[in-house]
């Protein structure tokens, strides 16, 4: 089961600071909640992997709800289902997402149900997703996010399609022969840390992000103390934008990649690895990586356990080019000297057709484009030209 796809559906959401926790005082809303009742408690629940996400279903209000697992973002929750549910504000924010566009969201606080365990005093953020198509379609209804993690080891099974958390780490299967690495907890929404390593003297954390689609993204800071101890090669400019968030698509700019020569996951040895850096720290391991360990979380002991079962490469071939969701299906990001550009892609371009099929943004259109993005060869048209390109 893979969920891989082009870079640019990059749908992660950071945490904005209230007005109340940047004026120096924690609102009532962090202190309150979330917590579980009971001490003890367990649950298992289905979950679906889809175009870079993964799904569960939550209940709010007696109402089910198709929530994005992201454990790099805070909860949050389509606004016009705040709306309906008449869910009680309790905060207004503004901030930026993940892509530095200002954001205005009100903060709600309910309960909601996840496998027959009842999760009180959740807060949400009332997000309006309609500025960025994809996510109108591949986030849901809402995001089930990092400040639950604390309360009980969570595993993320995807060969098995299954989210587990159990307060009673020793009941989990995929723990005892599990890889054991530190996990950190820097405060709220608490999302989850690892130590990485690029080379002996090129070392920093990384968020466990599982809204972001690729292995790895590598922060300005890290790329650049990476590059001094040479643990990046081939380094390749592009221009474009990397990626959309709640505020829509990224602006364009200029870009960098390149190839990690052994990234280590704390002293879990990953080898070659390709990477793009991202606008800001931190550094991100990405849900890519679903696609080969059993990953169980456990901010209670402050360990993260990676059980491998694939042996899937991590390095992977690439087109050249990103694509964006708008008004249009189009090219977002060009990579200098690819096969893209030298089959006369350009950023801003309306991609007409993929694969002999007429480009549309209905959820399936999108959801047919980006499986296409992960195929070995790929047929496109675009107003003026077309191309055939292979990995």
């Excluded at 989990?172 to 907890?185: F, N, P």
């Excluded at 960098?256 to 550094?283: A, F, H, Q």
Aim: proline content about 5%; glycine content about 8%.
């Amino acid at each position: 089961m893979t969920i891989r796809c082009a870079l640019t559906l990059i749908l992660s959401i950071v945490f904005y600071q209230s007005t109340a926790t940047a004026q120096g005082s924690a609102p009532s809303w962090i202190s309150e909640g979330p917590f579980v009742v009971e001490e003890e408690f367990s649950l298992s629940v289905p979950l679906e992997s889809r175009a870079t996400k993964v799904y569960v279903e939550v209940t709010i209000e007696d109402r089910p709800l198709r929530f994005v697992l992201d454990t790099g973002s805070p909860s949050m929750i389509a606004s016009s289902v705040a709306d309906e549910l008449g869910l009680p504000l309790v905060d207004t924010n503004i901030g930026r997402d993940s892509h530095g566009a200002e954001i205005r969201t009100n903060i709600v606080q309910t309960d909601l149900e996840l496998g027959g365990v009842e999760f009180q005093n959740v807060p949400l953020f009332a997000a309006d997703f309609s500025k960025a198509k994809a996510a109108q379609c591949f986030v849901g209804e809402g995001v089930l996010g990092s400040e639950i993690l604390p309360l009980c080891a969570w595993q993320i099974d995807v060969p098995n399609s299954t989210l587990r958390c159990n307060t009673r780490l020793d009941e989990l299967d995929h723990v005892e022969k599990a890889k054991k690495l530190s996990l950190y907890d820097f405060g709220y929404p608490h999302a989850p840390f690892l130590d990485v390593v690029f080379a002996k003297d090129a070392k920093s954390k990384a968020m466990f992000d599982t809204g972001s689609p690729s292995h790895f993204t590598i922060s300005p800071p890290d790329f650049e103390g990476a590059k001094k101890s040479r643990a990046i090669t081939d380094v390749q400019s592009g221009y474009g934008s990397l990626g959309a968030s709640l505020g829509g698509q990224a602006p364009n700019g200029d870009q960098v990649r390149g190839k990690l020569k052994s990234l280590e996951i704390g002293d879990l040895k990953i080898g070659r690895m390709n990477t793009v850096m991202r606008e800001s720290p931190p550094s991100l391991i990405g849900a890519s990586f679903l696609d080969h360990f059993v990953v169980t979380l456990d901010f209670r002991s402050s360990a993260a356990y990676l059980d491998k079962y694939s042996d899937e490469v991590f390095t992977k071939p690439s087109f050249g080019f990103s694509l964006g969701f708008e008004e249009q299906i189009f090219v977002s990001l060009v990579w200098k000297d690819s096969k893209a550009e030298r089959a006369g892609l350009r950023v801003g371009q309306r991609i007409t057709s993929i694969n002999g099929v007429a480009t549309d943004l209905s959820c399936e259109g999108m959801l047919r484009a980006i499986e296409a993005m992960n195929g070995e060869k790929i047929e496109l048209a675009w107003d003026g030209g077309s191309a055939a390109l292979s990995n």
